[in-house]
């Protein structure tokens, strides 16, 4: 498999730690401390669907293929406005009547772009697929109870897109999960029937966050050493370690386990703040279009979220 283009979307509307100190009982200081977060950019006037469009358009545009060249697409997405059509039918429908590809929507949570990685790996492996649009789409803030600063402050909103085709560039890849219910979840209501009322159980997003801090540098750490030893890789030959753009203390102690400069992990996490599955491919975009990655270069992905799931890549671009 290999990435050939790439693309990204983020809302137009900035929101700095400031403005929230504005109305929540927190500071620039707290949260940039805490987290390095600065400034995050939240959907306003505009909305998931159209920014997923945006990207995969621009995936496709730099892939150098057409829209009907396309014929899976699969979208990481946790929660959406629209629990069914899927998200991915939406984004069908963006690129116009020219895609007819079949489509796929999963909830990786923010190990979502690893997911989808794995899984369009095995549909191009079995010729199911010669051209698939990952697009990873995500609006984290709609989760969140913004009277509450524990959560609100740590998320944005955004998409990253990729296009894969066949080729030898992922070299492995490996995607865990176990089953964590209480970590971090977010419960949304369905209609009450008749023989079950309890649809009243809505619940915006909770987190135990010292318990998601220690074990996303537990299985982070796990799966770049697993994924550099099983292909006798050192840490020294990998150019860039793009890591889920969650917490910049996490980052840091990944790096500092790892023994490895500061300038191998890139972030954009001061800008956009948490955006779940889509932090990877929207710092992938950015890399790629800045012309900070160059054919040859080797990269480890890594990534966690709530399941508990974690998923590491590691390729030559
Ligand atoms: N502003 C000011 N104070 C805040 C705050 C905010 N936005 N959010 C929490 N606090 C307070 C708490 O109420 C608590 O106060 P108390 O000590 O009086 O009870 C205190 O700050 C907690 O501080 P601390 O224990 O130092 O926080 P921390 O170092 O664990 O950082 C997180 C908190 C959430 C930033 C950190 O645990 C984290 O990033 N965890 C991982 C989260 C994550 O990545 N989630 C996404 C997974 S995909």
Redesign the pocket.
């Known amino acids: 498999m290999k990435i050939i283009g790439t693309g990204s979307a983020l809302p137009e509307k900035e929101v700095s730690n400031d403005m929230l100190a504005g109305f929540?009982?927190?500071?620039d200081e707290?949260?940039s401390t805490?987290?390095g977060i600065h400034t995050r950019r939240l959907l306003s006037s505009d909305n998931l669907g159209d920014l997923a469009i945006t990207a995969a358009k621009a995936a496709i545009e730099s892939a150098g293929v057409n829209v009907n060249d396309i014929d899976y697409i699969i979208c990481s997405n946790v929660a959406n406005n629209y629990v069914t059509p899927s998200l991915s039918t939406i984004i069908q429908g963006g690129l116009g009547d020219e895609c007819s590809s079949p489509c796929m929507d999963l909830n990786g949570?923010?190990a979502g772009f690893l997911y989808a990685i794995d899984i369009a790996e095995a549909f191009l492996a079995t010729d199911r697929a010669k051209n698939i649009l990952i697009v990873c789409a995500e609006e984290p803030t709609k989760f969140c109870d913004w009277h509450e600063?524990?959560t609100s402050?740590?998320f944005g909103d955004g998409a990253g897109a990729v296009v894969v085709t066949g080729g030898d560039n992922l070299l492995a890849r490996r995607v865990t999960a176990k089953s964590l219910k209480d970590v971090?979840y977010y419960k949304r209501p369905l209609e009450n029937t008749p023989y079950d009322r309890s649809s009243q159980d809505q619940k915006t997003l909770v987190?135990k966050?010292?318990d998601?801090?220690r074990m996303?540098v537990r299985s982070s750490m796990n799966d770049i050493n697993t994924l550099l030893e099983e292909q006798h890789v050192n840490p020294d030959d990998v150019k860039y370690y793009l890591l889920?753009q969650?917490?910049m203390r996490?980052i840091d102690s990944i790096r500092e386990h790892l023994n490895q400069p500061v300038e191998k992990f890139p972030t954009n996490l001061q800008r956009y703040g948490?955006t779940s599955s889509a932090s990877i491919p929207i710092l992938i975009d950015e890399l790629v279009r800045g012309g900070k990655i160059q054919e040859g270069d080797l990269l480890m992905l890594s990534a966690?979220?709530?399941g508990f799931v974690t998923g590491g890549a590691l390729m030559r671009w």
Do not use: K, P, Q
């Open positions: 929540l009982d927190t500071s707290w949260i805490r987290t949570a923010c600063r524990e402050v740590l971090i987190m966050g010292h998601v801090f996303a889920h969650a917490n996490i948490n966690f979220g709530a």
